[in-house]
């Protein structure tokens, strides 16, 4: 969603149907936040984005998340197809 701040927020959320012990949800937080590092510069400022984990995201590792968020955000609109996320 759009929002009425010149920057971009984030957030993760990992429910307990995902994981059950929270240390579990919390490197599953933390893996996805690693993984949309790269992505973050190729955002235009002012959106809050949430991302929601779902069962495949368990046995998924960083490189695969690497992938996978880019082309979500171009999906939806937040990354231009021709913008290459890492490439500076």
Do not use: C, Y
Not at 44 to 52: A, E, K, L, R, T
């Amino acid at each position: 969603m759009p929002n009425n701040v010149a920057q971009v927020r984030i957030g993760f959320v990992v429910s307990k149907r995902i994981a059950k012990h929270a240390v579990d949800r919390n490197h599953l937080k933390r893996l996805l936040s690693e993984a949309i590092r790269p992505s973050l510069p190729a955002l235009s400022p002012g959106w809050d984005i949430v991302i929601s984990a779902r069962k495949d995201t368990l046995t998924a590792d960083l490189r695969t998340l690497e992938q996978d968020i880019p082309a979500l955000l171009r999906r939806a609109r937040l990354l231009t197809p021709a913008q290459k996320v890492g490439d500076e």
